[in-house]
């Protein structure tokens, strides 16, 4: 028993050539950019769940996996929907979990991963320009063939909680009061934000991580990793490189894309993934490293 990933899209804009306009339901519009690229042949009939990943979505209720059931009536109608907001580690974790269900369910899963990670940031913030807006979907099937996923881990890192922050939510009141300036630019204050030191840190444990999974996996063919930068990447490639393994780059077209970044990558080198074994890693927010690695 196994599973196949399949019927991919995906949408990303990035770039100084474009304006970044922002506009509400911006990450809702950025998920059917990608959608409506898997719905333009016939589903699977046997859909389960659609499970959906942002890192900081348009509102917290009504769920952007909510406002995706309700826009493709009667595509979703028998469908879970189950909505992740965990930062960019919520790439990998939705595509482990719908592999799972799939499996479990031997049906189909659709998963969509959406950010408008550009809006997000202060135009203040000095990590504005690595940014991108993008989304990634994809049908994930049972299989009886050998494709499958071969294992998955997920580590958190004490005292890397705040590695990055998105302070929206019930306390952003308080950031409000602290801070006299808050008119100027809310978004400075409650939007996203990273630290440069504690991702440093994460790093320095991604070697580790890599060493402990692929004791149990084995080696992969294709690494696929969450798009931070352009100079994040080049580090963890030099440090991965000993491996000999393909490392999947997108980061200097695509920016980073936040939840999305790990599928719009995949999307972009999926003729290089066919019966190759791939890990797909997400970090970042929470101090917390997701991989899973599928036999394509």
Known sequence: ?????????????????????????QVLNTAEKSLNQ?????????????????????????????????????????CHVIDLVQGCAGGASAMILGSQLAELHQSSV??????????ATSKKNKHHHIFGNGSFSCIISYSDSSKKLLHYKSEQYKELLEVV???????????????????????????????????????????????????ISGTPDIMILHQ??????????????????????????????GTASIGIALDIHKTKVQDKKVLICSFGTGGVITAGMWQM
């Open 1 to 25: 028993m196994g599973v196949v990933i399949q019927k991919m899209g995906s949408y990303y804009e990035y770039g100084s050539d474009i304006t970044f306009e922002e506009y509400p339901n």
């Open 110 to 119: 659709v998963v969509v991963l959406s950010d408008a990670a550009r809006k």
């Open 228 to 257: 931070v930068n352009p100079t994040i990447i080049r580090l963890l490639k030099t440090v991965f490189s000993k491996n000999k393994i393909y490392f999947a780059d997108t980061s200097n077209i695509t920016g980073n894309c």
């Open 165 to 215: 922050t998105v302070k929206l939510g019930h306390d952003a009141g308080y950031e409000i009061q602290n801070n006299k300036n808050f008119l100027d630019e809310p978004i400075r204050y409650l939007g996203l934000n990273m630290n440069n030191t504690l991702a440093i840190k994460l790093l320095k444990k991604a070697e580790d991580f890599y060493d402990k999974f692929v004791q």
């Open 38 to 78: 898997i719905l333009e042949t016939p589903l699977p009939d046997n859909i389960t769940h659609l499970i959906v990943a942002t890192t900081c979505p348009d509102s917290i209720a009504p769920s952007l996996g909510q406002s995706i059931n309700e826009k493709y009536q009667p595509v979703f109608s028998n």
